[in-house]
């Protein structure tokens, strides 16, 4: 009988626990982006987030390497400048195309992050 129950647990904790684990972490990166009180497109495939707030457009990358605690955003924010042609902006090209075709009747540029002040900086690259 004892053995049965040992036996009952070490499966629990095996197979389910990790399953729990997963959906937890899953929930948690959603109540996050329903928390703020702003417009978001998720989009999963590139690991970005689109923000609209006051008509303007930031975008996110999450970097899921260094796991859910330690994910660092990189905020880049969008307005409709030309672009100067450096070498993150050409990094980033295809992923503007497809942003552009998601959000529609939007020309969409990216300003290079040390153009933002240290003070949005600070904010969007702080660690949560």
């Known amino acids: 009988m004892d053995a049965n129950i040992i036996f009952v647990l070490l499966m629990f904790s095996i197979f389910i626990v990790p399953f729990l684990m997963i959906i937890r972490k899953n929930n948690f990166l959603k109540r996050n982006l329903e928390k703020k009180d702003q417009e978001i497109i998720f989009l999963k495939k590139e690991n970005m987030i689109v923000k609209k707030k006051n008509n303007k457009f930031f975008f996110e990358k999450i970097d899921r390497s260094r796991g859910l605690r330690k994910r660092k955003k990189v905020t880049f924010l969008l307005k409709m400048e030309r ?46």
């Open 83 to 128: 672009i100067n042609h450096s070498r993150n902006q050409r990094k980033h090209k295809k992923l503007i195309t497809s942003l552009q075709e998601k959000i529609k009747d939007l020309e969409i540029t990216i300003i290079n992050h040390k153009e933002i002040s240290d003070h949005w900086r600070d904010k969007c690259t702080r660690l949560h």
